[in-house]
C-alpha cells in the first residue's frame, strides 16, 4: 500500500466498505435460516476492523475525516430504510451514529499515536460485536443493569476477546512517538486482565450502543496511559484494586448500599481509581462510600418525597462519583498539574460528601425545614429545603472526606484544603438553590403532595413546575461540577 497515494488508499477502503455491506446484506436477504444479528455483526467486526486500518494506511487526516463522515451517512441511509433491522423494530439504540463518532473522535485525540486509536477501535470491533452476537442467540443467564439488558454469555465473550486485544497491543504492537517500553509476560498478563475486566464492566452497564463510544474510547485511553505515557502500576497494585471492588460490591450486597447496577458502577470507578491512582487517591473515595453508605443505613425518617430509596443505582453513583472520576483521569493527560487536579478531586468529593450527609442528617428526626429561597417552612425532605442540622451535617461531611487527603499533602497546602472545604461546602449550598428554583417536582393525582416520585397512592403523578429533565440526580452532578470549577478559578485568580 506504500506505493499508493492516501486519495486511492481512501477509495479502495470505501469500496471494500460497500462490499462488506452488500454482503451482510446478500447474508440477511439468502440465508434466511440464520439470525438477523449475523449479518449485522458480520458488518459491525469487518467494517470496523477496515476503518481502524485506515488510521495507519492514510497519512493525510483530511481522507480519514471523509471517510468518518461518509460512514455516518451511510449508517443513517441503512437505519432510515431499516436495512439489517427487523421492520417492526422499535427498540432505539444510537449505536450505529456512534461509530463514525468514536472514529472522528480518536483520530483528534490520539493525532501523533494513531495504533492507539487503531487497537481502541479494534477492541470495539471483536469484543463488542462478537459479545453481541453470541449474546443475542445464546443468551446463556441473561442479566438486566439499571436499562441494560445482557447476558452471562455475552459478557465472558467480551472479557475473553478483549483481553485478547489488549495483550496483543501490549505485547506486539510498537507505539509512534512513545517512551521506550517493556513489560513482562506477568505483567502483560495482569494489565490485560485488569482493561479486560474495567472494559467488560464498562460494556456491561451501557445501553442504547453507548457501548460504541465508551469501549474505543476507553480503550484508547488506558493504551496511552500505559504505552506513551510510560505509566504502569505494579502487579500487586491491580490486586489490591480488584481485592477492593469486590470489598465494595460484597459489602453493597451485605449491607445493602447499592442496587445491582450501582454496584457495577461503583466498581467501575473504584477499578479505575484504585487500579492507576495510590493510596491519596483512593482513600479518599473509600472514605466517601462507606461513612456516607453507612450514614444513609440510620435514616428512618425517609421522606415520601424521594424518588429513590436508601440502596443507590448507578445513576446516583455516576452523578457523585462521575466529576471526580474525570479529574482524576485529566491529571494523567495534563502534566505538571497534578497537584491541583488532586485539591479539585477532594474538592468534588467533599461536594458529594456534603449533600449527601446534608439530606441524611437533616432527615434523621423530625425537624423545622425551611426553603433556601425565601425562608418560609416547608416540607422535610423536599428538594432546596435546609435545617440548621441538615447543613451542620453537609459541612462535616465535605470535612471528613478532604481531611482524609491531609497525610498526601505538605504543610504549607493547608490553605488549599481550607479552600477545598469552602468549595465543597458553596457547591452543596448551590444544590439547594438548584433544587429549590429549577428541579422537577411532580404533583400526587389523588392526594395532591408535591413530589420527587413518578408513583405515588399507587398511581402515576403529573409534571407541576422546575426544568422536566433536572431530576436530582442531575442536580447533584451539576452542583458537584460547579464546587470543583469554583476552587480552579478561586485558584488560578487569588491563590497563583
Known amino acids: ?82 436495512l439489517f433491522e427487523e421492520k417492526d423494530s422499535d427498540d432505539t439504540n444510537y449505536g450505529i451514529f456512534l461509530v463514525p463518532v468514536s472514529y472522528l473522535f480518536l483520530l483528534f485525540a490520539f493525532p501523533k499515536q494513531r495504533e492507539i486509536a487503531m487497537m481502541g477501535m479494534l477492541v ?29 454469555g455475552g459478557s465472558l465473550t467480551f472479557f475473553i476477546v478483549s483481553f485478547a486485544v489488549f495483550y496483543f497491543a501490549l505485547a506486539f504492537v510498537p507505539i509512534d512517538n512513545a517512551e521506550v517500553y517493556s513489560f513482562t509476560d506477568s505483567e502483560i498478563f495482569v494489565y490485560a486482565v485488569y482493561f479486560a475486566l474495567f472494559l467488560t464492566l464498562v460494556e ?39 481485592f477492593f471492588v469486590a470489598l465494595v460490591i460484597w459489602a453493597s450486597a451485605k449491607f445493602e448500599f447499592l442496587t445491582k447496577d450501582g454496584a457495577v458502577a461503583a466498581a467501575i470507578i473504584g477499578l479505575f481509581i484504585f487500579g ?33 430509596g436508601e440502596k443507590r443505582d448507578a445513576a446516583q453513583v455516576f452523578a457523585n462519583g ?42 434523621l428526626k423530625i425537624r423545622k425545614t425551611f426553603s433556601v429561597v425565601g425562608f418560609y417552612a416547608v416540607e422535610q425532605g423536599i ?64 392526594c395532591g403532595k408535591i413530589t420527587e416520585r413518578k408513583i405515588h397512592c399507587d398511581k402515576p403523578t403529573e409534571y407541576h413546575k422546575g426544568i422536566k429533565w433536572l431530576n436530582n440526580d442531575a442536580v447533584n452532578l451539576i452542583s458537584i461540577a460547579i464546587s470543583s470549577l469554583l476552587y480552579f478559578v478561586i485558584y488560578y485568580a487569588v491563590v497563583v
Open 276 to 308: 492507576l491512582g495510590s493510596w491519596k487517591w483512593s482513600v479518599p473515595l473509600l472514605t466517601f462510600f462507606f461513612l456516607s453508605s453507612f450514614l444513609s443505613k440510620l435514616q428512618k425518617n425517609k421522606s415520601e418525597y424521594f424518588e429513590k
Open 124 to 152: 470495539m470491533a471483536f469484543a463488542d460485536g462478537l459479545a453481541a452476537l453470541i449474546g443475542e442467540n445464546f443468551p446463556y443467564k441473561p442479566y438486566k443493569l439499571g436499562k441494560s439488558s445482557k447476558s452471562i
Open 1 to 82: 500500500m506504500a506505493y499508493f497515494s492516501d486519495f486511492t488508499k481512501t477509495i479502495c477502503l470505501l469500496v471494500i466498505i460497500n462490499i462488506l455491506i452488500a454482503t451482510a446484506w446478500a447474508i440477511k436477504r439468502f440465508f434466511t435460516f440464520l439470525p438477523n444479528s449475523v449479518s449485522r455483526k458480520f458488518l459491525h467486526v469487518t467494517a470496523i476492523t477496515v476503518a481502524a486500518l485506515s488510521y495507519i494506511l492514510i497519512t493525510n487526516e483530511i481522507y480519514i475525516i471523509a471517510i468518518g463522515l461518509l460512514i455516518l451517512v451511510g449508517n443513517y441511509a441503512m437505519v432510515k430504510f431499516k
Open 322 to 363: 462521575l466529576i471526580p472520576l474525570l479529574v482524576f483521569a485529566l491529571s494523567f493527560i495534563i502534566p505538571g498539574r497534578e497537584g491541583v487536579f488532586y485539591f479539585i478531586y477532594l474538592t468534588a468529593l467533599g461536594a458529594a460528601a456534603a449533600d449527601t450527609w446534608a439530606t441524611e442528617i437533616g432527615n
Open 204 to 242: 456491561a452497564l451501557s445501553f442504547k450502543g453507548l457501548d460504541n463510544l465508551l469501549v474505543p474510547v476507553i480503550s484508547s485511553y488506558l493504551l496511552y496511559v500505559f504505552l506513551v505515557l510510560n505509566f504502569a502500576p505494579q502487579i500487586i497494585q491491580l490486586l489490591v484494586a480488584i
Open 383 to 446: 428538594s432546596g429545603g435546609v435545617s440548621l442540622v441538615g447543613t451542620f451535617g453537609g459541612f462535616l461531611g465535605a470535612l471528613s472526606v478532604i481531611l482524609s487527603g491531609y497525610f498526601w499533602i505538605s504543610s504549607d497546602n493547608c490553605c488549599l484544603l481550607a479552600l477545598s472545604l469552602a468549595s465543597a461546602f458553596s457547591g452543596m449550598v448551590f444544590d439547594s438553590f438548584l433544587g429549590a428554583l429549577w428541579q422537577r417536582k411532580n404533583i400526587c393525582t389523588v
